[in-house]
């Protein structure tokens, strides 16, 4: 691993954990009543290198939904089903500043903004191909077992206290049904999405997965190709513009790397070429963003260099 992580850097992951363990802002997410029984204590932060090294401190193996994070996933699934020009005339690429939840699509084209947001992802979930509920969700599950390195699972309960009262994310897929930017059977690519959603991984899942896409789509720990490589600068370039909702022009700004949060408390960032980053706490800011997370994310950086435009 030399040259890819400095050697300070497992102590700085402990030296992390440590001090921001007892920060308690922010407040877990309970529009889906099922998230809000989290233990708000949760605190794990992991990197998985390039070549396949993992480094983990705090509850690494603990499982929780993956949320918004399986939209940069789903994204890459929708591209290999269809192809970019095809997938860019029902989503746009375009950050909108406005928050994840936003009932809101692209004046002129009809389109939702972008893949990372609700609407755009729920627009990008329903591409994925496959004849029938069924196998549509088989082929989701297999497209994470690429990248996890082992079979994921659909939580039950998380599924379906979405699905009874996301009534939110039913309105985005009616309005994009009314444009003709979703197909039919909108209660199947929302029960897809939420089940999507639903999938349960640990942080060090979400690093290895995070680590895929820092080494062009292979899994770096099975050296399986989870994604078309040609597809990961797609991925990797909304996750930069649109990875942290109304708050990824500052990320952009400030940490500098393709990132993605989800409102279970959990950030992948890739550093391509590098490595992969996971943390997760479910305390939220009021964007939706992990309280910790942000900050791991933001000492890493600087501490490491780790801006894409950083030229020290
Ligand atoms: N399943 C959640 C929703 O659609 C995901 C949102 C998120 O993680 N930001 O509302």
């Known amino acids: 691993i030399?040259?890819?992580?400095?050697?300070s850097f497992p102590a700085f992951l402990d030296e992390l954990h440590c001090?921001?363990?007892?920060?308690?802002?922010?407040?877990i997410a309970d529009y889906i009543p099922e998230l809000s029984k989290v233990n708000p204590d949760l605190f794990s932060i992991c990197v998985a290198t390039v070549d396949g090294e993992v480094y983990q401190v705090g509850d690494f193996n603990r499982l929780f939904t993956i949320q918004s994070m399986s939209k940069v996933f789903a994204y890459g699934l929708a591209l290999e089903d269809h192809g970019r020009d095809y997938v860019l005339t029902r989503v746009g690429v375009e950050p909108t500043g406005d928050a994840f939840n936003a009932i809101i699509l692209d004046e002129q084209s009809k389109r939702p903004y972008n893949p990372m947001v609700n609407a755009g992802a729920i627009a990008t979930t329903s591409l994925i191909k496959g004849k029938g509920?069924?196998?549509?969700?088989n082929r989701?599950?297999?497209?994470?077992?690429?990248?996890?390195?082992k079979d994921v699972y659909v939580d039950m309960s998380v599924f379906t206290s979405e699905r009874s009262t996301g009534h939110?994310?039913?309105?985005?897929?009616?309005?994009?049904?009314?444009?003709?930017?979703?197909?039919?059977?909108?209660?199947?690519?929302?029960?897809?999405?939420f089940q999507q959603c639903a999938v349960m991984v640990s942080c060090r899942d979400l690093a290895v997965m995070a680590a895929a896409l820092a080494n062009k789509g292979v899994n770096p720990i099975t050296g399986e190709q989870a994604v078309d490589s040609r597809y990961v600068k797609d991925i990797l370039s909304v996750m930069y513009t649109c990875g942290m909702y109304n708050f990824a022009g500052e990320w952009a700004y400030k940490i500098g790397i393709p990132a993605k949060s989800g409102v279970s408390g959990g950030i992948i960032a890739v550093v391509p070429g590098k490595m992969g980053i996971a943390v997760f706490s479910p305390l939220l800011d009021s964007r939706g963003n992990s309280v910790r997370g942000v900050k791991v994310c933001e000492e890493l950086s600087q501490k490491?260099?780790?801006?894409?435009?950083?030229?020290?």
Do not use: Q, S, W
């Open 304 to 312: 490491f260099g780790l801006h894409m435009f950083d030229c020290r």
């Open 168 to 193: 939110r994310n039913r309105a985005m897929a009616h309005l994009m049904l009314n444009f003709g930017m979703i197909d039919g059977h909108i209660e199947e690519a929302l029960d897809l999405y």
């Open 2 to 7: 030399l040259g890819i992580i400095a050697p």
């Open 140 to 149: 989701m599950l297999d497209m994470y077992r690429r990248y996890v390195g």
């Open 133 to 137: 509920a069924t196998e549509r969700l």
């Open 19 to 27: 001090k921001y363990k007892n920060l308690g802002d922010g407040a």
